[in-house]
Structure formats: C-alpha cells, structure tokens
C-alpha cells in the first residue's frame, strides 16, 4: 500500500518567514496528494491538492508541487502568519483509502 | 462545518469496559473512513466502509470493530479497552465523485483510566 513521510516538528517560526515542510510518498501507481490542515480543537480539513505530476496546489497563500520524480510534495509558504499556527499532514491516495503523514506541528510567533 | 457530526465529544471510561463511537457522513456522502490520532503515533487509518460494506482495512486492533448501517451512519466499537486506547478518533467522510477529499468530523476524545 502507500505510505507517507513527512517532517517532524515542531517547527517555529517568527511571523514573516518562510516556510517549507517536507513530505515524499510511496506508492505503486499514480496516488493524488494532499496536504491537511488541523487548527487547534478542530478535524483535519483540506488545504490544498494535486491529482498528477507536476501539478501545484494552491490555497491561502501555501502551495505544493506534486513532483513524481523525487516522489515529493513539500509544502511552503512565502510570509507565515500567526494564524498558520496548526497541525499539517500530508496525504496520499491510491484506491480507497487515503493514509496520511505523522503531522508537523507549526508555531507563528509574532 | 465540515458536515460530518461525531458523539460524544469527549468520553471517560476504564480498562476493560467498552465504548462506542458514533458517526453521521455528510448528506449524500457514501464512504466512511476512522482514524485514531494519538500523541506517539499520529493519525493511523483504522478501517473504511462505503454505503455499508467494509472497503479497506487498517492498522484496526481485534478488540475494535465498525460498522455501517443503511441510514450511512457509522459506529466504531472498542472493548476490552487499555490505557493505550486513550487517543482523539475521527470519523471523515467522502462523496461519489471520489476526488479523494476527505471531510472529517471534530472528533470523539477517548480517555481510558
């Protein structure tokens, strides 16, 4: 089955800096990729997506580049805010279930 | 709101008992999925229905059973709990159109003493 890897954290950052989380994927075939967002006391909701290589997903300012060969999906953003503080997982789908990364857990200090 | 409701909210029990968890998808949302987060482990896919058949299997304990009725509402059963069971589990769940979105409910938190 798929699986996939991401960067630990935490990861602290000063509001304004750049961001970058790592993930790759393993998969058989061509999975679509997912990046998820948990803010704090909430259910994971989706942030952004990419169905095929080389895709980018975009969505409040972060974005992914879904890369088949390095098998990645990094997630960055230019200016981090305060508000970004949350948990993210990437995801991987191939088939009927979707199994998502360990979290990487980001503080925004202003 | 994702659409999905889970209860309860929050649960306490002891080691031994046994608990169950309730799900309703979105309206019109076929598939069901469970995920158990926890602190050293993450979020760990547990099982998968669709309009009432098991789809895909996790890292789903022996102790820990689901099920799907015709109403497309879930139940997650735990028994013979163990402290190591205390975890925040999720149901989610997705439409048709598989786009491979999922939208999760806000969880049922699980603490076993």
């Known amino acids: 089955g798929n699986s996939v890897t991401q960067m630990e954290g935490p990861v602290t950052l000063s509001e304004e800096a750049f961001l970058t989380i790592n993930c790759t994927y393993t998969a058989t075939g061509y999975p679509s990729l997912f990046w998820y967002v948990q803010y704090p006391g909430e259910g994971l909701q989706l942030l952004l997506k990419a169905t095929k290589a080389d895709d980018k997903g975009s969505n409040k300012g972060f974005e992914a580049t879904y890369r088949k060969e390095t098998t990645s999906f990094h997630l960055e953003k230019g200016s981090v805010q305060v508000s970004d503080s949350a948990v993210y997982f990437c995801?991987?789908?191939?088939?009927?279930?979707?199994?998502f990364g360990a979290g990487t857990r980001l503080t925004v200090k202003p | 709101d994702s659409g999905v409701t889970q209860t309860p909210k929050h649960l306490i029990t002891a080691t031994g008992q046994r608990v169950t968890l309730r799900c309703s998808p979105r309206?019109?949302?076929?598939?069901v999925y469970w995920y158990q987060q926890s602190l050293d482990q993450g979020l760990q896919f547990l099982i998968q229905y669709y309009n009432g058949e098991e789809r895909a299997k996790g890292n789903i304990l022996e102790r820990f059973s689901a099920q799907q009725f015709p109403d497309l509402h879930s139940e997650l059963n735990l028994s013979s709990l163990e402290l190591g069971d205390s975890a925040l589990y999720f149901c989610?769940?997705?439409?048709?159109?598989?786009?491979?979105?999922?939208?999760f409910g806000e969880g049922s938190r699980l603490t076993v003493l």
């Open positions: 995801a991987c789908t191939e088939g009927n279930d979707m199994r």
């Open positions: 309206s019109g949302d076929l598939s």
């Open positions: 989610a769940s997705s439409g048709i159109h598989n786009t491979g979105e999922l939208f």
